[in-house]
């Protein structure tokens, strides 16, 4: 697919989710003018275009694998990884919002242990209770900031059972209606160069250090970890894609400089004397 086609089939999806989530609305308050079996004609689209840009990104994937960028951790310190492209591509098992090769991880430092899955209770943590929660990140090469924003807030942890549910059946929904940037929560896109981007992803509210069209060099801090946006805990989502549009955007491979792409479940360490001086 061309961008302008994947941006078409973009919007057309987002129509038809709005043309369910009306239909099933209007159905509690008035009978349809219309029989019941129409209704699913947009669920069927939605499924269809679904299938069809997964299957065009696959197809392009294969025959053409994108050669990985190496690029400096956006991070230091003790991380393990989830979600890694290492095990499964695309590694959140979608590549819509240039998602194929993005990887999350979560701080582990030595002498501070992460609040585990709560089957139970607690329902929701405070974000203080994570180490990630504040996090500097890194520009991971010389680039040009091509967006950035901070708004959104950080809301309670949703690593339980009951939060969890929640975020999958409710919040989803309500975020997806949002679009791309409802999903990513806070974010910032660098352009590293050569066509390639890299996207930060639950930017803590309000920790921008850089705005639009800044000059940033390696290892220089540009925000910190946070956790807005579609996310379970603290924690930092980082991809890099060949474009700036979420959208239209197609995933680009990393590997991080002295690390390379842990796989998950994989402790790793970023000392800050092997980073790049900003």
């Keep these: ?13 987002y129509l038809l989710v709005l043309c369910v989530i009306g239909d099933v609305i209007a159905g509690f308050f008035v009978d349809l003018p219309y029989p ?6 947009a669920i069927v689209g939605v499924i269809v275009i679904a299938l069809a840009r997964r299957g065009s990104i696959s197809r392009e994937i294969a025959a053409a694998p994108p050669a990985a960028r190496e690029i400096a951790p956006p991070v230091t ?5 989830m979600n890694s492209p290492a095990d499964k591509v695309p590694s959140h098992g979608t590549h819509g919002y240039g998602q194929t090769y993005a990887i999350d991880i ?36 010389d680039a040009t900031v091509v967006h950035a924003e901070d708004g959104q807030r950080d809301h309670l942890s949703r690593n339980s059972l009951v939060a ?42 309000g920790s921008l250090g850089v705005r639009a069209g800044d000059k940033v060099r390696a290892g220089q801090v540009v925000a910190r970890c946070g956790n807005s946006g579609n996310s379970t805990e603290p924690h930092v989502h980082f991809q890099l894609m060949d ?11 990393f590997r991080w400089r002295g690390i390379g792409v842990p796989a998950n479940g994989e402790t790793f360490t970023v000392r800050e004397e092997a980073l790049p001086v900003p």
């Design 1 to 13: 697919m061309s961008v302008r086609q994947r941006k078409f089939a973009v919007r057309l999806q």
């Design 36 to 41: 019941y079996w129409v209704g699913w004609i």
């Design 77 to 81: 310190g003790r991380w393990s990884a």
């Design 106 to 141: 979560v701080a582990e430092p030595e002498g501070k242990e992460r609040p585990a899955f709560a089957w139970a209770w607690p329902i929701a943590r405070g974000n203080e209770a994570f180490p990630a929660f504040g996090a500097p990140l890194l520009a991971v090469a």
């Design 164 to 205: 969890l549910v929640y975020l999958m059946i409710v919040e989803a929904i309500v975020r997806t209606l949002g679009g791309a940037r409802r999903i990513v929560g806070n974010h910032i896109v660098l352009d590293l160069g050569e066509g390639t981007y890299a996207m930060y992803a639950h930017v803590q509210h």
């Design 243 to 253: 474009g700036p549009d979420l959208d239209t955007a197609r995933g680009v491979p």
